[in-house]
């Protein structure tokens, strides 16, 4: 029996999601190494990222089946 999570682990939607969190990882360190411009743009990248990924994830077909 298929369900959503696992048509999500199997098409690659669990490994993209950890890509917002590393970027958001990357603008603290550079945070704490004084790195604000690097910071800046990682934070930024960390929320289109988001977006995109929220899109995609809002526009794909729910497959119920009752």
Do not use: E, Q, W
């Not at 995109?52 to 526009?59: I, P, R």
Request: proline share 2%.
């Amino acid at each position: 029996m298929r369900n959503a999570i696992d048509d999500g682990l199997r098409s690659g939607y669990s490994k993209m999601m950890a890509l917002p969190f590393l970027i958001f990882f990357v603008s603290v360190v550079a945070i704490l190494r004084d790195r604000n411009v690097v910071a800046l743009y990682a934070g930024g990248l960390a929320i289109a990222s988001t977006l995109v990924l929220f899109f995609c994830h809002a526009t794909s077909a729910l497959g119920l089946n009752f």
